[in-house]
């Protein structure tokens, strides 16, 4: 992704194009931690839904995503089968894990949601630029298309999460909150090394 493209998306450090590379040579466990990263996004959202159940605004907004997470858990579980592959076993999540070592604890509610659709935006806006680079230097031509609408998908959730979090604070607060958060990101990937077998 090119510099201009990342500070779209506001990412402090850009993926290393050879994960793309590394990415190809383990398709299936790319596919199969995708299948589980999906899953994950459909599940955050029911759980962000069963939280904050009195916040209308996120209950209208992020039902669909359910629905539309879930759809893209189909459509890689479909693209395995496909390919004779079985689905493999869920993996820790090391990226998110270290992300969710940084939510602080003893907040105020605002602060505690508003943190919470901030790794939310940006689990979003990294698998995107991800899926950007698996569609760009992929070989097998279905693939790159396949990657290339769920970088567009998951680019719409980025947005769609800051937007909701600047429904419950003012701009000026989700804007310092984001850019904390992509501070911490910029850590949390320096201590991970690109893996070709993840998405993140
Ligand atoms: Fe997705
Ligand atoms: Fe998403």
């Not at 090119?2 to 590394?22: C, F, H, V, Y």
């Not at 949601?113 to 991800?130: D, G, H, T, V």
């Not at 607060?173 to 949390?188: G, P």
């Not at 201590?191 to 993840?198: D, E, F, H, I, V």
Request: proline share 3%.
């Amino acid at each position: 992704m090119s510099t201009a493209e990342n500070s779209i998306l506001g990412l402090k450090m850009p993926t290393d194009p050879r994960w793309a590379d590394l990415a190809s040579i383990s398709l299936q466990d790319i596919l199969t931690d995708h299948a589980f990263c999906e899953q994950k996004a459909a599940t955050q959202c029911i759980s962000l839904i069963q939280h904050y159940a009195e916040r209308e605004e996120l209950v209208t907004a992020l039902s669909p995503i359910v629905t539309e997470e879930w759809g893209h858990f189909r459509m890689v579980w479909a693209e395995m089968k496909k390919r004779g592959f079985e689905l493999g076993r869920q993996r820790k999540d090391e990226y998110v894990n270290l992300l969710l070592q940084h939510e602080p604890k003893n907040v105020k509610e605002e602060e505690r949601l508003l943190n919470k659709l901030m790794i939310c935006a940006l689990i979003e806006a990294r698998s995107c630029e991800r899926f950007r680079l698996l569609a760009a230097y992929l070989e097998d031509e279905y693939l790159k298309q396949f990657y290339h609408k769920f970088m567009i998908s998951e680019a719409g959730h980025y947005h769609l999460f800051i937007e909701l979090a600047e429904c419950y604070s003012p701009k000026e607060k989700v804007r310092a909150a984001w850019q904390k958060w992509l501070d911490i990101e910029e850590k949390v990937l320096a201590q991970l090394k690109p893996r070709g077998n993840r998405i993140h």
